[in-house]
């Protein structure tokens, strides 16, 4: 396994534009998570898939943005008519939830955002 | 809600140099905590985590210690190398539900030769 996939790693679009990230989480990972992350600052959680669910959104998450993830494998994050302020490095994280223990999330590369 | 707080950066240090980066955590049960880094170009990758009180995480040489009287998970490493130059971000997860990731604002490392 090659870890977390995230493509595109760079894009850069228009205010207004619609834009969609795509992860490709460890194949044995049911959970996967959504985080954003601004220049200088820690990740920001956004949301969270256990198999196909979405069982946890962030605040952070407006309704221009929505995330899916159909067969409980890959997920894509999709923004709306984006805005100067979404500009953010996207992390994708997946884990394997067993039940007890510490759930230690591995991170894709990020898909970095840049609106003009 | 759960925070996480860290020493705040950037910190410099020389070759062979101790290092210390503070980190304390608010949370309203007994988390788990973590230390992760990104370098240059990379994604976060987890360098150590301590699961209840004084455990103690270890890994490439560094360690932390979970004093859940002091709120506290203090990353420490004897001797630095110029290789350890990145980003340290402190974390904490709950035991329920998402046991997502709360993140502390990240403190970046330089090592000079």
């Known amino acids: 396994d090659t870890g977390v996939s995230q493509d595109p790693r760079h894009k850069i679009t228009k205010r207004g534009q619609n834009v969609t990230f795509r992860c490709d989480p460890i194949?044995?990972?049911?959970?996967l998570y959504w985080y954003r992350q601004t220049l200088g600052q820690g990740p920001e959680f956004l949301t969270y898939?256990?198999?196909?669910?979405?069982?946890?959104k962030s605040r952070l998450l407006s309704d221009r943005f929505s995330a899916e993830r159909p067969k409980g494998s890959f997920s894509t994050l999709e923004i709306q008519r984006t805005e100067q302020g979404d500009s953010a490095m996207y992390l994708c994280?997946?884990?394997?939830?067993?039940?007890?223990?510490?759930?230690?999330?591995?991170f894709g590369a990020g898909s970095r955002l840049t609106v003009l | 809600g759960d925070s996480v707080t860290q020493m705040e950066g950037p910190v410099t240090l020389s070759e062979e140099a101790f290092l210390t980066i503070n980190c304390t955590y608010t949370a309203t049960g007994y988390p788990s905590l973590f230390w992760y880094v990104q370098y240059p170009g990379e994604g976060l990758q987890l360098l150590l985590k301590a699961t209840k009180a004084d455990d103690k995480g270890s890994n490439k040489g560094f360690e932390a210690t979970y004093r859940k009287e002091t709120t506290s998970f203090h990353l420490e490493k004897g001797s630095v190398q110029v290789s350890d130059s990145a980003v340290y971000f402190c974390?904490?997860?709950?035991?329920?539900?998402?046991?997502?990731?709360?993140f502390g604002q990240g403190t970046r490392l330089t090592i000079n030769p």
């Open positions: 194949s044995e990972h049911n959970r």
């Open positions: 898939f256990q198999n196909e669910a979405q069982l946890e």
């Open positions: 974390a904490l997860s709950d035991h329920q539900g998402a046991q997502k990731l709360v």
């Open positions: 994280a997946s884990s394997l939830d067993q039940g007890s223990g510490a759930n230690v999330l591995t």
